[in-house]
């Protein structure tokens, strides 16, 4: 394929043309929730269905944070390694087309991993906060 | 250069060796009959000579480092002696009737142009393999 | 959290084998292009690395089979059955070459089956 409809499946895809506004979007989500509440969160989140490796304590607040930010930079590392791939691929080093397409492929996972997670802390919170006298 | 396709440098060196191949026998074959050539005597077959190099801008440590590229070294005349053949009609016959005629023996050459013909398809078969091979690696994040 | 969801070791094991399906093709690729040239000798995957990472497969060690290397090696089981010492048959090595396009187009399906279940699970939808 030419380098003009590479570039742009590269960018129609998250990993080239990462949008900045939905990473601090999600940042936002953590920042605009009451760190007491996100307390609260942590811990009743542990029934839903999406579960994280680590076990959430019912500690502080901060874990939660802490994993969210975690989760945020790992997505980061995979859309630049997904970026870089592609640059590689098309400026002729030694990337291979498959590890290419499987790289943004991942990003693409991760990505869609991040956004689930996002919706049900949303989720969460908005029941929570509709159980509240 | 986009490296999309692998292999693709060994395997087009390869299609442009086997083309100038074919065309020198072609050439043999044509002049199996010329007793004067440019330079009065009879026209001397010619053959080329293969080589391999390792691909260029190749670092070491690549995982691909050690395959190469082919050639063609250079093309060189055959120098076996001219063909004597009887023929004192001949206006080149000398004079005890015997004309010197190209070192060219027919058979070699349509042995050599499968040989070539041969290797040709080898090699167009080894892109359409690297061809099937991309066009799978673009369906990877293919959903229905 | 993200790396657990691509470190299962059967992911890694058959991306690496995708990547030496490439290189496999390469070396076919080169052998290939020098069947007439004098005293060249065919190149395959070399036969150390296909036994190590039979061996670290084996492990289900996911770091160590990404860890590994794969590289090229002159093929010395090969013998020459020609004057010019030259070591590449051709009917051999078309064989090899559709047997590494089909392998290859088996792992590529593996991989993209992977991901696939893996995007399923996560958002639910294809």
């Known amino acids: 394929m030419d380098a003009l409809s590479a570039m742009k499946m590269a960018t129609t895809q998250p990993a080239g043309g990462f949008p900045a506004n939905s990473m601090k979007e999600l940042a936002s989500v953590t920042t605009s929730i009451p760190p007491a509440e996100l307390q609260q969160l942590s811990s009743v989140n542990s029934d839903t269905p999406l579960q994280t490796s680590a076990p959430i304590s019912s500690g502080s607040g901060a874990n939660f944070e802490n994993m969210l930010g975690g989760l945020v930079n790992d997505v980061a590392q995979k859309q630049a390694a997904a970026g870089s791939a592609v640059t590689g691929l098309l400026s002729g080093q030694n990337v291979s087309l498959h590890q290419a397409m499987i790289s943004m492929e991942e990003a693409n996972i991760s990505f869609q991993m991040m956004v689930e997670v996002r919706n049900r802390l949303l989720d969460s919170y908005q029941e929570l906060m509709r159980m509240q006298i | 250069m986009i490296n999309l396709l692998t292999g693709i440098d060994s395997t087009s060196s390869a299609l442009d060796a ?54 063609i070294a250079r093309v060189q005349r055959d120098a076996r002696p001219p063909r004597m053949v009887y023929n004192p009609g001949h206006p080149d016959a000398n004079a005890q009737g015997m004309v010197a005629m190209p070192n060219i023996n027919i058979h070699e050459e349509m ?8 290797s040709y398809e080898a090699n167009l078969a080894v892109v359409k393999n690297a061809r099937a091979m991309a066009m799978q690696a673009l369906s990877i994040g293919r959903h229905s | 959290m993200i790396d657990a969801l691509f470190t299962d070791s059967d992911y890694v094991a058959t991306k690496k084998m995708l990547d030496v399906t490439l290189l496999r093709h390469q070396a076919i690729a080169s052998n290939l292009a020098n069947v007439e040239t004098p005293n060249y000798k065919r190149l395959d995957v070399s036969p150390s690395f296909e036994a190590q990472l039979r061996q670290a497969v084996a492990g289900r060690d996911s770091s160590e089979i990404a860890s590994l290397q794969p590289a090229l090696a002159v093929d010395n089981n090969a013998i020459s059955g020609r004057a010019d010492g030259n070591t590449v048959q051709l009917e051999t090595e078309m064989l090899k070459l559709n047997q590494n396009t089909v392998e290859n187009t088996l792992e590529t399906q593996l991989v993209s089956g992977s991901l696939a279940r893996l995007r399923l699970a996560i958002t639910g939808k294809g």
Request: proline share 3%; no cysteine; charged share 30%.
């Open chain 2, 111 to 118: 042995v050599d142009m499968i040989a070539s013909s041969r």
């Open chain 2, 18 to 71: 086997e083309r100038i191949r074919m065309d020198v026998i072609a050439e043999n074959i044509a002049n199996a009959n010329v007793t004067k050539d440019v330079d009065g005597k009879p026209y001397q077959r010619q053959e080329v000579v293969f080589e391999s190099m390792l691909r260029a801008q190749q670092d070491s440590d690549a995982p691909d480092a050690g395959s190469q590229t082919v050639q």
